[in-house]
């Protein structure tokens, strides 16, 4: 039984990752201040990256006002085990307040963190570096 779970989680997480975009089509990114963390986003299609010392997919996002949330299921090796890491990445870009949340039920719960927006990753340095990574 525990194998068939584990297929299944397997399957909806391959479907929830997006294949085909193109993190060159980004143009947001809210993240972290002194650093390369945060979520990259191309605000037409709602395709979504984590951002760091790589680019990788999440769940695609929707917008709800200035609010982006991505939903993302994945199956995760910790050693030799596999596990289901269930986070919601929210990222509210209001410019008063902006912020970066996760919501992982298994690890703690909410995180919220104070965030920077980029709006303009084309012709910002910082954000053209984060389209630069490699994939994960």
Do not use: Y
């Amino acid at each position: 039984m525990k194998r068939v779970i584990i297929g299944m989680t397997a399957i909806v997480a391959t479907i929830s990752n997006p294949a085909l975009a193109e993190p060159a089509d980004a143009n947001l990114w809210v993240g972290l201040e002194n650093g390369r963390d945060g979520v990259l986003l191309d605000e037409k299609t709602g395709e979504a990256w984590l951002t760091g010392t790589c680019l990788k997919p999440i769940a695609k996002a929707t917008q709800t006002g200035t609010v982006w949330r991505s939903h993302t299921v994945e199956l995760v090796s910790i050693g030799r085990t596999k596990i289901v890491l269930d986070q919601t990445f929210t990222l509210e870009t209001q410019s008063a307040a902006p912020s970066l949340m996760v919501e992982s039920v298994d690890r703690g719960g909410l995180q919220s963190f104070p965030a920077i927006v980029e709006t303009a990753c084309q012709s910002s340095a910082k954000c053209r570096a984060l389209l630069d990574a490699p994939a994960c």
